[in-house]
């Protein structure tokens, strides 16, 4: 699938995305724009995924480590054929397989459970090390938030990673530049990343992280090193009003401004 | 039936445990060992010669070492990940309760040195708590074998069952009380003498202590049943239901806690399936002095006289009942 096909399925999966949240009352709507093109790259070009089996033991690893977009996740895993299109609209409701952070052991297509900071990437580096003891062939992709990196747990897996030599290994940092109450910069600014991962040992490539183009050759990059891609995106992004704007990191928008998003994200299709 | 004699030798079960996983590690090479560098007091040395790329260390790093074993167990692996039980459970809780508990993780957690194994290094390094903190957990089984034997028959247990497990060692030694060939059953008591005057129960390295306290009541005329229950969750129900109906008593003692752990387990039955005074025994509530386990085990009332003890006094609570 070309960079042109995925920029549609993406804003579609923005779209679907901004509905459940305004119809549910609640999601994390700014990092599930930001992290939507790299989601969409991942599950219609990048991995190598069986839908109708889910637990294929050479299926290529995705860990949503920033676990409360899991709406987007769920979006997108619909989208795929993992779960029925229209399961996204019981998200947050009483018994649904769709809570607030994805459940492995509920939602086809979900690898471990997160929903505390810091946790998907020790495990990706388990997974990644476990293909390396057997012999597979599958790689394993973990995306966490840019705030997400102050969790000291992330530091311990990265220095595992390099040690284990994880070539198969791909950690995609979604540097929005917020976190919930402010920005990375004045919260505990741990940007820029690059020369930091440098040190422990990784490859990394910087990218536009809400451009296709940069996403897909980023994702498809394979050295001989653990690879990080610093992934520069906008919270709320395709959204004009809530585009770097720190209140929409959980915000709900109300049915004014759900109109003018609807329409925003309607006019790119 | 007859009492169990404890053997004259004691064993520290680490040894047991390694025996076991190399035993089965030749033959299945899906298990892999997990470590914070702590192949040593892990005793990981024998399996680290035999299948180097099977001893998967991260360091100093015990966050790391839970979500490792959670993804090598998502690769097709079987991970044992050990650490000392003090930084396994307390430095990790919530890495057991996210990537291990709640996402149902195929991965055995080896708590080393449990209790006050660590005796004179002091309560940073005391791990009576993990009861406590382990057995609230949905989906993981918590085990704390009392000797070499009950612990070779968990390990192999473990390794046979599909789901996380939390098995607490000590490397303090004890001696042998169950018979040769046992096999673990989770979430069953081992009768180990019978009595109808009180029940005491106990796990790891207390059970024989009790065993030990049995017989001194017993010279005194009062029989007492002995329950080794290594399995703090799920609790055996139905025999400590049937400890409470048969004897009118009940005693704990483990090396840990007195809050939460497997004498609170009991007593959450006793009280909803028939109440009967009770007497939980274990570190009262306190950061420990300094001392070896076993001085501090006796320290806190669980010498074989001691217990026998808090026995007699719990048996007079219940004769002031009726």
């Known amino acids: 699938m070309q960079p042109n096909d995925l920029d549609r399925i993406a804003r579609q999966i923005r779209l679907r995305d901004l509905q459940a949240v305004f119809e549910a009352g609640a999601g994390h709507i700014g990092g599930e724009m930001s992290a939507i093109d790299i989601l969409t790259a991942l599950y219609f070009r990048v991995l190598r995924i069986w839908p109708d089996q889910p637990k294929h033991p050479d299926r290529d690893r995705f860990v949503l480590s920033k676990g409360h977009v899991a709406l987007a996740l769920y979006v997108t895993l619909a989208k795929r054929g993992f779960i029925p299109e229209e399961e996204v609209a019981t998200f947050l409701k009483p018994h649904s397989r769709l809570n607030g952070h994805p459940n492995c052991n509920k939602v086809p297509g979900v690898e471990t459970n997160t929903g505390p900071l810091g946790h998907g990437l020790p495990v990706a580096v388990g997974m990644a090390k476990a293909a390396k003891l057997t012999g597979a062939t599958y790689r394993t992709y973990v995306l966490t938030g840019d705030g997400e990196m102050q969790e000291g747990s992330n530091w311990e897996a990265i220095a595992s990673g390099a040690q284990f030599g994880l070539d198969n290994l791909t950690l995609i940092i979604d540097h929005n530049r917020f976190q919930q109450g402010a920005s990375l910069k004045d919260t505990n ?47 709320g992004h395709g959204i004009s009003f809530m585009q770097d704007k720190v209140d929409w990191h959980h915000k709900v928008p109300n049915a004014e401004q759900y109109k003018i998003a609807v329409a925003e994200l309607s006019e790119a299709l | 039936m007859n009492a169990v004699t404890p053997s004259p030798k004691l064993h520290d079960c680490r040894d047991a445990f390694v025996a076991v996983l190399e035993r089965l590690g030749a033959d299945n090479p899906k298990i892999v060992a997990v470590c914070n560098d702590s192949v040593g007091s892990s005793k990981l040395g024998g399996f680290k010669a035999k299948w180097p790329e099977r001893l998967v260390n991260v360091g100093i790093a015990e966050q790391a070492l839970v979500g490792v074993g959670a993804g090598l167990a998502n690769g097709g692996l079987l991970p044992f990940v050990c650490g000392a039980a003090c930084f396994l459970t307390g430095r990790s809780l919530e890495q057991i309760k996210a990537d291990i508990a709640y996402s149902n993780a195929n991965v055995k957690l080896i708590g080393i040195s449990s209790g006050m194994a660590y005796g004179e290094l002091g309560p940073t390094h005391h791990s009576i708590e993990d009861f406590a903190w382990t057995r609230v957990l949905p989906n993981l089984p918590v085990v704390a074998p009392c000797d070499s034997i009950e612990t070779a028959a968990a390990v192999e247990w473990a390794a046979s069952y599909d789901g996380p497990v939390f098995l607490r060692l000590s490397r303090v030694g004890v001696p042998d009380l169950l018979p040769e060939g046992h096999k673990f059953e989770l979430g069953k008591a081992n009768l180990l003498r019978d009595g109808d005057a009180i029940t005491l129960i106990a796990n790891g390295t207390v ?22 229950m290594a ?27 007195t809050f939460g752990g497997l004498g609170s387990a009991i007593a959450e ?17 306190i950061f420990a002095p300094t001392g070896s386990a076993e001085f501090l085990l006796d320290e806190f009332g669980m010498s074989p006289a001691g217990i026998a003890e808090a026995a007699i006094d719990l048996i007079a609570r219940k004769s002031s009942r009726t």
Request: glycine fraction near 6%; charge should be negative.
């Open chain 1, 189 to 235: 600014n741990l940007a820029p990343f690059p020369a930091k991962l440098e040190a422990f040992g990784w490859d990394v490539t910087e990218i536009n992280g809400n451009a296709m183009d940069e996403i897909v050759p980023a994702l498809e990059k394979r050295g001989s090193r653990p690879h990080c891609i610093v992934a520069h995106t906008n919270k």
């Open chain 2, 269 to 285: 039955v006793v009280v909803a399936e028939a109440p009967v005074p009770m007497k939980i025994l274990g570190v009262p509530g």
């Open chain 2, 231 to 257: 399995t703090v969750r799920p609790i055996d129900v139905e025999a400590v239901v049937a400890a409470a109906r048969e004897t009118g008593a009940i005693l704990t003692a483990e090396e840990h806690s």
């Open chain 2, 207 to 228: 059970t024989h202590r009790m065993v030990k306290a049995a017989a001194i009541l017993a010279e005194q005329g009062i029989e007492a049943r002995v329950l080794n």
